[in-house]
């Protein structure tokens, strides 16, 4: 049976603020007056648990039962929340129950495991596999083989110490010789480089320095979640944020009890959808964060052939260091090879060795006799044909791993023979050869892994080996098809409106690679692909020691889209892009000379006087670039969902990939007459438009909410597919302009009008104006490239 949809306290829009030291409880408290001005109704707060001293994102949790210290404590929470009460907002909290950090002097919870083994009450909080590396958990700390760092481990009573490094020492091994000392522990520190193909811990990706946590287990549930839900019984906080629920062993059991513990308060998981993928259905949950929707905005603002001439030019420019010819499925096959026989090498054996131990012991005889490498092979042909982030139980697995993708992957074999293999492999994932302990074990790990594989593959390595249009590198995007149609857009919308109403919506995050506006910015390039062809044959012509063309080409694009910024910011986002490529350098395997190159185009090309023409061509696109701001904060700010906005984004907002979307944010004071004043469009459209959104919102939330409706509004005349409109339960109009570059070379509006429904409709940016019939849309947007239009009472 399906449980319940939550439904208490949903909220009409929420705003995200990054929580760090330097931005800690007080400091949220005091933007409290300033944010609730704008028309939001929950403060939206990333982890608020104690973390890793410093840690400016919080997601390194070391102790789930205490508020962090650095930010206030859980009194500093408190007040913070008290101050949004009055304010009338409420809170919604980020939570990470996938992992902890694995920085044993901070997380109590692991120290104990490192010093008492199996039988510590610990034991069954993290996901480790005692029976691998001899029973001890491999810690890869060293700097290097542990013949050249053995003198920099020195005991100190019961601790042993590298560096900054401790680790508690077993019960009467202190006094050992260091070699035999190392032996007794129940862990042993090696060479880093070893995580990579021996580590018997679960982690967070191929980050070694979060570990996995068994919150599938009742008791680790309640211990990890204890401070969470009584801070939400007491009403400290309001709803939940769940962090990466692909990498738990079961989401669907996970979700079903969260749900049951809150009583059924908003959540929303931080699930990835690829394209048209459903969100399971039997997750008691009111939707994604929103990475969906967002892909869905970008797309109906960029030019699907202009986008196809961007992709030849792309082609020709950065031959022939584009990954094989630029193509974008490939890149995606080829990545997904590299992460699993690299990065993810350990986890790929460890799902071997399940593999392996199942047909070793099956009483099937189409089990018996498959040798370990086969399986392995089948199995990293499988998982690079997998086109979503992991299969779940509550979805039809045979729609997930294919006939289509097993018979792909048979013919990537060398003999026929292997076949069998694939088809194994496939049956076992699908669990078509029982529900044993094994068998679960097994399809448990199949899926973590295809979810760690999809999101190092695609987000953190193909996104930087296919580079033709930056905007639709984004999570959750399509890069190889990045256009949406207002078709497919207003499809898309009627089924979030129907099946996931609360959902959240996003534009901008802590953790896109550009903001909305940046992106907005880019999509203009896909309307004047020749007009850039030739600015960046210009540029590259003056520019000096271009390391090579594809960086270029991505340099050349940031700098566009980010505008007139500090050299340290462009040269920051262009050294984790060559590193996150992994083409000529790398964050393990780094290049000193071809970084130095890098850095050294960056400062004479894109931020040298070359870039000033780039700059210029930007500076004559600007009336375009702006039509997609507030076409992109419009669109998100009345579509179905609940809208998420990122801290500083009601104004234009220009970041790129973190830590550089992660820096502070001045929030201005609020005047005392500010509760109702109107902002002057011309003074800042985007925050005018935003806070006329976010006000509207909050004072009719029946137009946006779980009963509300949502219809297409189709304008007539020979530009009407610049038009894109549709109406909220026939109370709030939203037409946005698409496409503007396009559209004034093809000589504007020409007469196109937008049919409204019955009744007058008053412009609720520009108060004064009402609209009935037929109205001219070069009238609608006289003012502003976008309109958002309410129905007069009668």
């Keep these: 049976m399906t449980p319940e949809r939550p439904d208490p306290a949903v909220p009409t829009a929420t705003y995200r603020l990054q929580l760090q030291p330097d931005f800690p409880f007080g400091a949220a408290a005091d933007a409290v007056p300033y944010v609730a001005s704008l028309g939001v109704s929950h403060l939206h707060l990333s982890p608020v648990l104690e973390a890793v001293p410093g840690s400016a994102h919080g997601y390194d949790v070391v102790d789930h039962a205490r508020v962090r210290e650095e930010l206030g404590g859980e009194e500093g929470l408190r007040q913070l929340a008290r101050t949004a009460r009055e304010h009338r907002l409420g809170l919604v909290v980020d939570i990470v129950p996938n992992h902890m950090a694995m920085s044993p002097r901070h997380n109590h919870a692991l120290w104990e495991v490192l010093r008492d083994g199996p039988a510590s009450r610990y034991a069954r909080w993290f996901d480790i596999d005692w029976e691998a590396q001899g029973g001890q958990v491999l810690l890869p700390v060293l700097g290097g083989p542990l013949g050249t760092e053995i003198d920099r481990l020195k005991t100190d009573g019961d601790v042993l110490r590298y560096y900054d490094h401790a680790f508690p020492l077993r019960e009467g091994t202190a006094q050992l010789p260091l070699p035999q000392l190392l032996d007794a522990q129940w862990y042993r520190p090696v060479w880093w480089r070893l995580a990579r193909t021996e580590l018997n811990y679960r982690r967070f990706f191929s980050i070694s320095e979060l570990i996995g946590v068994r919150v599938e287990d009742p008791e680790v549930f309640e211990a990890t979640h204890a401070t969470i839900l009584r801070l939400l019984r007491e009403g400290v906080i309001d709803g939940l944020r769940v962090d990466h629920p692909d990498g738990l062993a079961d989401p669907d059991a996970y979700l079903r009890r969260l749900h049951e513990a809150t009583g059924g308060r908003w959540t929303v998981v931080e ?71 690299h990065e993810l090498a350990t986890e790929v054996d460890r799902l071997t060795r399940a593999a392996s131990r199942l047909c070793a012991t099956s009483p099937e005889p189409g089990l018996r006799d498959r040798a370990p490498w086969a399986l392995r092979t089948a199995l990293l042909e499988l998982l690079v044909r997998l086109e979503v982030y992991r299969p779940y139980a509550s979805v039809d697995a045979a729609g997930v791993v294919t006939e289509e993708a097993a018979a792909e992957a048979r013919l990537a074999f060398a003999v026929p023979e292997e076949a069998g293999a694939v088809d194994v492999v496939r049956d076992l994932v699908l669990g078509r050869y029982g529900d044993g302990p094994g068998h679960v074990e097994f399809r448990t790990r199949f899926a973590q892994t295809a979810s760690a594989l999809r999101a190092k593959s695609v987000e953190d390595t193909a996104f930087y080996r296919y580079v033709p249009l930056l905007s639709a590198n984004e999570v959750g995007g399509d890069p190889g098809h990045p256009a949406v149609s207002p078709e497919r857009f207003h499809a898309y919308c009627a089924r979030v409106q129907r099946d996931w109403p609360a959902t959240g919506t996003v534009v901008s995050t802590h953790d896109t690679k550009r903001s909305a506006d940046v992106r907005a910015a880019l999509h203009v390039l896909t309307e004047c692909p020749g007009r850039w062809a030739d600015v960046l044959a210009e540029v590259t012509r003056t520019g000096e020691g271009v390391p090579d063309a594809q960086v270029a080409w991505a340099a050349w694009q940031t700098v566009f889209g980010l505008g007139p910024a500090e050299e340290e910011r462009v040269r920051g986002a262009l050294l984790k892009h060559v590193r996150e490529a992994g083409l000529h350098t790398s964050w393990t395997e780094q290049e000193p ?4 190159a890098v850095a050294r185009f960056v400062a004479a090309g894109p931020c040298g006087a070359p870039g000033e023409r780039v700059a210029a061509f930007r500076a004559s696109l600007e009336p375009h670039i702006r039509a997609n701001v507030l076409g992109t904060a419009l669109v998100q700010l009345t579509m179905p969902g609940v809208p998420d906005l990122y801290q500083g984004t009601e104004h234009e907002y220009r970041a790129l990939v973190d830590p550089d979307n992660r820096r502070p944010v001045a929030f201005r004071p609020v005047p005392a007459d500010d509760a109702d004043a109107d902002v002057d469009t011309d003074t800042d459209a985007k925050e005018a438009v935003t806070r006329a959104a976010l006000r509207l919102r909050a004072r009719r939330p029946e137009v946006f909410g779980d009963t509300a409706s949502y219809a297409p509004l189709t304008a007539e005349g020979p530009a009407a597919a610049h038009c894109p409109a549709f109406v909220r339960s026939g109370e709030v109009l939203t037409a946005v302009t698409r496409l503007s570059l396009r559209l004034a070379e093809a000589g504007g509006w020409r007469g196109t009008l937008l049919p409204l429904p019955p009744g007058r409709w008053s412009d609720v940016l520009e108060p004064g104006r009402e609209f009935t019939g037929h109205a001219p849309v070069a009238d609608l947007f006289a003012r502003l490239p976008v309109a958002l239009l309410e129905r007069v009472p009668d």
């Design 593 to 596: 000379p071809y970084e130095e």
């Design 271 to 341: 699930k990835i959808l690829s394209d048209d993928e459903p969100l399971p259905a039997s997750w008691p949950v009111a939707g994604t964060t929103g990475y969906d929707a967002l892909r869905h905005v970008d797309g109906l603002f960029t030019d699907p052939a202009g986008f196809g001439e961007l992709l030849g030019q792309y082609r020709r420019f950065a031959a022939p260091q584009t990954d094989r010819g630029g193509d974008w499925d490939a890149t995606v096959r080829r990545a997904a090879y590299k992460v699993l026989t």
